[in-house]
Nanobody
Framework: QVQLVESGGGRVQAGASLRLSCAAS?????MGWFRQASGKEREFVAC????????LYADSVKGRFTISRDTAANTIYLQMYNLKPEDTAVYYC???????????????????WGQGTQVTVSS
């Protein structure tokens, strides 16, 4: 059983930066970040392949967020720059227990989830 532990959320002002971390126990392949704002569905933010060599981003965060992976530590990071109020949400780390050719962006494709960490951006 894979467990994911997130850290790094907080409350910042628009334009600030934050870095989220997610440490995994157990074997994982693609790992990613999703977010869910109040009253909205969970949406894809970014994901990274098991080797760390490939990544995908949602259009809304492209150029502002960077996902990375430390394979030795089995940890992924989400570096967020130039945060906007619309980035406010609970951010969830997710892990896929299967090898895929195409990096998954649907929540349904991820088997394991962290508890979530709140990111609040004020204007």
């Amino acid at each position: 059983q894979v467990q994911l532990v997130e850290s790094g959320g907080g409350r910042v002002q628009a334009g600030a930066s934050l870095r989220l971390s997610c440490a995994a126990s157990g074997r994982t392949f693609t790992m990613g970040w999703f977010r869910q704002a109040s009253g909205k569905e969970r949406e894809f933010v970014a994901c990274v392949s098991w080797s760390g060599g490939r990544a995908l981003y949602a259009d809304s965060v492209k150029g502002r967020f960077t996902i990375s992976r430390d394979t030795a530590a089995n940890t992924i990071y989400l570096q967020m720059y130039n945060l906007k109020p619309e980035d406010t949400a609970v951010y969830y780390c997710a892990a896929d227990g299967r090898i895929r050719v195409v990096l998954p962006t649907s929540p349904r494709d991820y088997e394991y989830w962290g508890q979530g960490t709140q990111v609040t951006v004020s204007s």
